[in-house]
DNA sequence: GTGGTCTAGACCACC
DNA sequence: GTGGTCTAGACCACG
């Protein structure tokens, strides 16, 4: 399971993990009726309390995405994957528009909201 | 004052307190010198604790937007620009940088960020 | 009156005016029996309120330095000025102390302390 | 933890606490990534408020002198020296400056400040 | 009147 | 368990 933890991130480890399973579920390197580790093989793999693990699995069922069957394991369940696009897409399209308030409320043009954005996707080369 | 409130918000209230007092700061709805209300008639005024009115004071006086005589008030400072400034735009990065890393997690490409932006600047013409 | 007034310091006003009222007392710009100004006169000389001359006059007072007699004025007391030398000499020793002590414990030496007892009385130049 | 708090003295107690790890972290009695005890235990501890505990290491990080991790801990941060030697250095000179402005104010002159200083150094000989 | 500090206890999110 | 926030009310110093 390729899931990367910042622990010194402002982001938490449940939602960085729900976050990175949701990617996966939709890009389909996870698909319909796959297994996803056990909370206690994560947790082991990310060196992270169990605790933390499972609730991300409870957010992810909570949203439709697995499905949990007792004594079996989490299985991705079967999905409306244009749903779910649209919704992720929809809450990174609420957080630049907050990002987009603030900075107008503080006076910055157009211009300026291209070049920080260029900046911050040049720092990932 | 014309401070808003949303106590069911996950933004702690006094964060709120400090973002609209930067906001009218920024926008000259409060001028240099301009005495801010007293903790006590803030508080009673919005229904909430002194002790919460006075920890968004003190990080208002932390960043240099006012100054606090005791027994007197809190006033707007006169304010270095050019470092509010820099601030300000520290601020916006750091919302952008983090509604970029949720993208990315969810296996958003560059191209798309772009027309994210776009699309929310071009909903403003 | 000559006494000058710093607002923006962290030293309470009411206690400026004691400290530089006892110092004149001390170097006799003050002789016993001479009349201090009035409450009112005073107050409206350093454009401040009556209650903080009047709280400093109090503090002279119960320190023994003046008396107050009603509907005459303030008078400098009969004082012994070797001992009150003395008492403000160990004020401003023990406060040295403390600054030492403090840098003491942040590793400072003693030639760092003359630097800046020299820096500071230089600035005053 | 060995902090001693004088809860008549004119110091806040959030400040007491404040100087006290700053101290231990300075003389390596608390060593980077060490962790602090918690806001609960110590407040328990000291049989004062949890919140005065917490404003004491709200100070400390906001100095950077600690990293605080959501449901982990407070920890001592990796420090930078260079920066901590001129605040430590900057915190020293303004203890003299109130020192020297309080001689000023009793009438003393450079010499007397100077003779002071030494009489102090010496006696540590 | 103002701000500065402190208390005792509550609820929440996170691990 | 941890820290983060908030409340309602208290006492003090300052003006």
Redesign the pocket.
């Known amino acids: 399971m390729n899931i990367i933890i910042n622990?010194s991130s402002m982001i938490?480890?449940?939602?960085q993990i729900v976050d990175q399973i949701k990617g996966m579920i939709l890009n389909s390197t996870l698909k319909e009726n796959d297994i996803l580790p056990s909370v206690r093989s994560l947790s082991k793999d990310l060196k992270?309390?169990a605790?933390?693990v499972k609730?991300a699995y409870d957010c992810l069922e909570q949203e439709g995405l697995t499905v949990t069957i007792h004594g079996k394991g989490t299985f991705v369940a079967v999905a409306n994957r244009e749903l779910m696009r649209e919704e992720q897409r929809k809450e990174v399209e609420a957080d630049f528009e907050l990002a987009i308030q603030k900075g107008r409320r503080f006076g910055m043009q157009e211009q300026e909201f291209r070049e920080i954005l260029e900046l911050i996707l040049e720092d990932r080369l």
């Open positions: 622990s938490p480890i449940y939602e992270i309390s605790l933390t609730k």
